[in-house]
């Protein structure tokens, strides 16, 4: 599949006091001597800038089903061997938007958003779980497992589905939106509804997964980063290699914003680009424990403190309520080799960001919000100049939470309470942006008084 490629992938721990190095196919998901997040680490192509982007360029026109994935078209970046089978829905490809009332919404001259939701299942979670399904299927793995607040359960359904695996998924009761969950059963995975919230269930799958009968497919498999990265590639390749100042993405999990920095940095090593973008991640005030780590932290500071998690983390944008995220070191160090910032923003602020983002004629889901939301604060800060060229990276299709938008555009949104602390008033999410359906009479003299009135 690569002939490209020189000498052999391998898996690597991150912790600077260890770096042990194990072969490509163990199967393992954390360092096995010091408990570290692995890196996988490609031997990248021996081949000239120029040619390399010739060749992905290429592929663009090829019939060819790795060339038509917007991720193995890439595979020069991957760690697999000439001729390995891949399991895709020719996922990737995904478009690139300018959005002028977003960027005027964040007081920026101009934005780009990359639509990571126009994958095959909705989400950016395809351009990952393409790459770690292939190495389950490499590896001989007969079922597969996930925790997952919605759209991984929907991907690796669908993905494990195509690979004839059996897929198990764990997701929080009453906490999926309908949209992910009917996914799941569609693709006929079995899904297992928890009592708890997604860090109980990533718990679950981790100690589930001890079992070597049984693959671990959340983002703390290394594979899933993999592919991911590609995302880096074909964003600069649609730029033309212009290196955009800055790149902002949501932050759950925080595979994501991992997976972004990792795929700049090779492309930075391989002389495609000559500098990183500025990668900033933004959270939900309610579920951000990477934002408070990383804002009350010097560098040096942060090599020594660990993330504290949020025990019970509260958001509507429910791809992003993780108290705990697995991969914050990885992404800690994208935003700080890249000179990034991570911040959190409110669920008004969410809201309202997504409504514009639709107005542009784009729609996401909420949790992909938080890149407009936050990039609005970081102008407001002075972080970012309005001049400076930006990418928000949306995540999330805009029919993944319907419920969600419905509610908005009604003035019907709450934001939950357990605590009951809180009254329903000081609970409502204003529908600043609202845009309610009219009940009219089914006359055309009615229909026209609207028109007139617009
Ligand atoms: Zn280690």
């Not at 020189?6 to 991150?14: M, V």
């Not at 079922?143 to 997701?171: E, F, H, K, P, W």
């Not at 079995?190 to 997964?209: H, K, W």
């Not at 107005?359 to 309005?386: N, Q, W």
Request: charge should be neutral; glycine fraction near 8%; include cysteine.
């Amino acid at each position: 599949m690569n002939a490209a490629k020189e000498g052999k992938a391998l898996q690597r721990c991150i912790e600077r006091s260890c770096g042990a190095k194990f072969e490509i196919n163990k199967q393992i998901y954390s360092c096995p001597r010091c408990g570290g997040l692995l890196d996988v680490v490609v031997s990248l192509p021996n081949i000239n800038g120029l040619e390399l982007k010739a060749l992905w360029k290429s592929r663009l026109t090829s019939m060819d089903t790795h060339d038509q994935s917007g991720v193995w078209r890439f595979r020069e970046l991957l760690p697999f061997p000439e001729e390995s089978p891949i399991v895709t829905l020719l996922e990737g490809n995904t478009p690139i938007y300018d959005a002028p009332r977003s960027a005027r919404y964040s007081g920026l001259k101009a934005l780009q958003v990359k639509h990571q939701g126009m994958n095959p299942t909705g989400s950016f979670k395809d351009t990952g779980i393409t790459v770690a399904i292939t190495q389950a299927k490499l590896l001989g793995a007969k079922t597969v497992i996930c925790a997952s607040t919605g759209n991984t359960a929907a991907s690796l359904a669908a993905y494990s589905a195509r690979a004839d695996m059996q897929c198990v998924i764990l997701v929080p009761h009453g906490q999926v939106s309908h949209a992910k969950l009917s996914q799941s059963l569609d693709y006929d995975a079995t899904v297992l509804e928890i009592d708890g919230n997604f860090d109980d269930a990533m718990q679950l799958v981790s100690e589930l997964a001890e079992d070597t009968s049984i693959y671990l497919m959340n983002s703390i498999n290394p594979f899933r980063i993999e592919g991911q990265k590609t995302v880096a590639a074909e964003l600069l390749e649609q730029t033309d290699w212009q290196v955009s100042e800055h790149v902002v993405v949501p932050g759950g999990n925080l595979g994501n914003s991992s997976a972004l920095g990792k795929g700049f940095a090779e492309l930075l090593e391989l002389g495609l680009i000559d500098r990183m973008p500025r990668l900033s991640v933004v959270q939900a005030d309610g579920a951000a424990p990477f934002a408070r780590l990383l804002s009350n932290s010097t560098i040096e500071q942060l090599r020594r403190e660990a993330l504290v998690p949020v025990k019970d983390p509260q958001t509507l944008a429910t791809a992003i309520k993780i108290g705990a995220p697995v991969s914050w070191k990885k992404s800690a160090r994208a935003v700080i080799d890249s000179g990034g910032w991570v911040v959190s923003v409110s669920e008004q602020e969410i809201a309202d960001a997504k409504a514009i983002i639709g107005r542009d004629g784009i729609g996401c889901e909420p949790a992909s919000a938080t890149t407009v939301a936050g990039l609005k604060k970081l102008v407001a800060t002075g972080r970012i100049d309005p001049a400076e060229s930006a990418i928000a990276i949306l995540t999330g299709h805009a029919l993944k939470d319907t419920d969600y938008t419905i509610k908005y555009h009604r003035e019907a949104l709450f934001t939950h309470d357990r605590a009951r602390a809180r009254s329903k008033e000081e609970r409502h999410i204003r529908g600043t942006f609202a845009n309610s359906p009219k009940r009219v009479k089914a006359s055309k003299e009615a229909i026209l008084r609207v028109i007139e009135h617009m």
